[in-house]
């Protein structure tokens, strides 16, 4: 658990701002400007706030009340920024045992069989960066700082300077890094990269803080759909695969019933969150029958908030904790009835749930 209580006057801007990160991947999200970068620099020791608090593990690295200042060099993080920053002398190789040169002895963490195999850099090791696309330069950058073995892992929007290939590219690797259970402080400005890799979602928005809490929560709160913008508003849904159908469609179980996908892993039992944008949810009273749509799932209506433009968001319940978030128009809500509490349909296509709306689930 990491506990962080920041406040600071720029001036122009002020922060000011407290949340926990539990383990797993946190997510700060908001716009350019919010303070996500001064926050995890603050949290680096790069930068003293006028007041705050840092507490990793019951390990107070920062209490400006109580004088205490940790180094940034002995605060046992790993740093991961926007640009790879990898020394161009050295090979991978090289690199990689730079950051294991800074791992406390006795330090538990991935040994570098370990990193390399997780992070697919071993036909790397002897190349020099200059010879690395972008995204195995941010590859080469997470392991090394893995072997540092830190408390928690910072990373800076490590993806934001790569195109759509390379991120997608890299994505993969990252969702194992959060499956290690190290806690990771995520910046990013993505619905689709916090949406696929965050465990909790702290957002910020001018310097304060928005919402907070798990990443299924916040992403399918009504309140919150203009944060994320109505193109890419969504909620995430877990899901566990059955398996392939004889015209090659997976079946893969919800909590609401079973959905059909186009593109998926088909192993029996793997577990998936799929991402389903609100724009591309329709909603029924009655079951639809006749359509060509195949994913149906059934649900209740939790919230409904409307917006100056005329749209709805409503936050449909499917059980244990699950939740899609529509977006229609004020008047399909009073055609509909749509309440609190009444009983609906959500009709997806499966279109919509494509490749980069699928990641792994636990």
Same mark, same amino acid.
């Given at each position: 658990?990491?506990?962080?209580?920041?406040?600071?006057?720029? #001036?122009?801007?002020?922060?000011?701002?407290?949340f926990e990160a539990p383990a797993g991947v946190t997510a700060l999200f908001g716009a350019s400007g919010a303070g996500k970068t001064t926050v995890v620099n603050a949290v680096a020791g790069l930068t003293r706030p006028d007041r705050g608090r840092v507490i990793s593990e019951g390990t107070v690295l920062?209490?400006?009340?109580?004088?205490?200042?940790?180094?940034?060099?002995?605060?046992?993080?790993?740093?991961?920024?926007?640009?790879?920053?990898?020394?161009?002398?050295?090979?991978?190789?090289?690199?990689?045992?730079?950051?294991?040169?800074?791992?406390?002895?006795?330090?538990? #963490? +991935?040994?570098?069989?370990?990193?390399?195999?997780?992070?697919?850099?071993?036909?790397?090791?002897?190349?020099?960066?200059?010879?690395?696309?972008?995204?195995?330069?941010?590859?080469?950058?997470?392991?090394?700082?893995?072997?540092?073995?830190?408390?928690?892992?910072?990373?800076?929007?490590?993806?934001?300077?790569?195109?759509?290939?390379?991120?997608?590219?890299?994505?993969?690797?990252?969702?194992?890094?959060?499956d290690t259970g190290l806690p990771v402080l995520h910046i990013s400005h993505s619905v689709a990269e916090v949406a696929r890799l965050a465990d909790t979602i702290i957002c910020l928005e001018a310097g304060r803080l928005r919402?907070?809490?798990?990443?299924?929560?916040?992403?399918?709160?009504?309140?919150?759909?203009?944060?994320?913008?109505?193109?890419?508003?969504?909620?995430?849904?877990?899901?566990?695969?059955?398996?392939?159908?004889?015209?090659?469609?997976?079946?893969?179980?919800?909590?609401?019933?079973?959905?059909?996908?186009?593109?998926? +892993?088909?192993?029996?039992?793997?577990?998936?969150?799929?991402?389903?944008?609100?724009?591309?949810?329709?909603?029924?009273?009655?079951?639809?029958?006749?359509?060509?749509?195949?994913?149906?799932?059934?649900?209740?209506?939790?919230?409904?908030?409307?917006?100056?433009?005329?749209?709805?968001?409503?936050?449909?319940?499917?059980?244990?904790?699950?939740?899609?978030?529509?977006?229609?128009?004020?008047?399909?809500?009073?055609?509909?009835?749509?309440? +609190?509490?009444?009983?609906?349909?959500?009709?997806?296509?499966?279109?919509?749930?494509?490749?980069?709306?699928? #990641?792994?689930?636990?």
């Amino acid at each position: 658990m990491l506990q962080v209580a920041l406040a600071q006057d720029f #001036g122009g801007f002020s922060l000011d701002i407290a949340f926990e990160a539990p383990a797993g991947v946190t997510a700060l999200f908001g716009a350019s400007g919010a303070g996500k970068t001064t926050v995890v620099n603050a949290v680096a020791g790069l930068t003293r706030p006028d007041r705050g608090r840092v507490i990793s593990e019951g390990t107070v690295l920062l209490d400006t009340e109580a004088r205490i200042f940790t180094p940034p060099n002995r605060r046992r993080i790993g740093y991961v920024f926007q640009e790879a920053r990898l020394f161009p002398h050295l090979d991978v190789r090289a690199n990689l045992l730079f950051g294991a040169r800074y791992a406390p002895r006795g330090a538990t #963490g +991935p040994e570098f069989a370990r990193v390399v195999e997780m992070l697919g850099i071993g036909p790397l090791l002897a190349r020099r960066p200059a010879s690395l696309s972008g995204g195995e330069k941010a590859r080469v950058a997470i392991g090394r700082a893995l072997l540092s073995k830190p408390r928690f892992l910072l990373m800076d929007e490590p993806l934001a300077a790569l195109d759509a290939p390379r991120r997608a590219e890299i994505l993969p690797f990252l969702e194992r890094l959060r499956d290690t259970g190290l806690p990771v402080l995520h910046i990013s400005h993505s619905v689709a990269e916090v949406a696929r890799l965050a465990d909790t979602i702290i957002c910020l928005e001018a310097g304060r803080l928005r919402a907070a809490g798990p990443a299924a929560t916040i992403l399918a709160d009504p309140g919150l759909a203009d944060l994320f913008g109505a193109a890419e508003a969504g909620a995430v849904i877990g899901a566990r695969i059955v398996g392939a159908e004889e015209d090659g469609l997976i079946r893969a179980e919800t909590a609401a019933g079973p959905l059909w996908l186009t593109e998926a +892993p088909n192993t029996p039992g793997t577990a998936v969150r799929l991402r389903v944008h609100a724009s591309d949810v329709i909603l029924s009273r009655a079951r639809p029958a006749g359509l060509s749509a195949l994913n149906i799932l059934s649900g209740t209506v939790e919230r409904i908030e409307e917006d100056a433009q005329g749209r709805a968001w409503v936050r449909l319940g499917l059980g244990q904790g699950e939740a899609l978030l529509a977006r229609i128009t004020r008047r399909s809500v009073a055609a509909l009835g749509l309440a +609190p509490g009444v009983a609906c349909h959500a009709v997806l296509k499966s279109v919509a749930l494509a490749r980069e709306d699928l #990641g792994p689930g636990r």
